[in-house]
DNA sequence: CAGCATCCTGCGTGATACTG
DNA sequence: CAGTATCACGCAGGATGCTG
């Protein structure tokens, strides 16, 4: 029985699956604070976004779609109108936070201090 | 001076950057063990695909130079005929082998767990 | 406000053939 | 053995306009 392993079998191979795309990792990074509304995320994406760049909502909501599917975000629409709508972290998700805590860790030492060590007048 | 945040200002976007490709996170994984050979990294990364998929030698190669380049690996040529060529961690590709680690153990309980409990005959 | 529908484009990935 | 060159393709991602 070795067919099913497609995704499965290399945690890093599901892991890239999972997170593919520029954003699912800094949504759920986003939401570790508390629930937060379709667009607190998208404007809260856009801070640490080059410039200029908005975000299409075409591909936030998929993004969002794709975490709410694969268990890590939850969706509740309180069916208001306006609309209103808010993401929050499942149990999944929240442990998955450490993990990206470690990311960014990484990142700030390796990455960020390597590449901005002279923006720090910012 | 607010204008070379590129890349830089999220740690999480440059990670993402750093390791787009599907191999590269693989590539460091297979590292940690020691010095490895281009041929044995790319037998040792078709374990682990889902079956019958060959990897193209130019997307390999491209992604061993990203990685050299941005310090993660280091490539060691012999310079000999038949060639021999190998590939190891640098420092700071070390000091990332606790994040895949971090990654590979979250996705074994949540990701590998979920989808193949019943696998485990293999 | 929180999306969906449509069109378009670049790039990552794969397959194949060739070389030092 | 360890790559490079070339061609082809699918899909992520952006832009724009519309809707309940």
Redesign the pocket.
Known sequence: MVRARAGGACPVAAFQKLI???YKLRIVWDLKDGPR????IRTGLLRGLDGG???????L?????ALTECGLID?K?YGV?????E?RLTRKGKSFVPVIAAIRDWGHRHLVADAETMIAAE
């Open positions: 593919s795309g520029k509304r379709y667009g607190e760049g908005e975000i299409a909502p075409r591909v909501s998929r993004e969002l779609k969706r629409d109108v306006p609309p209103k709508v993401y």
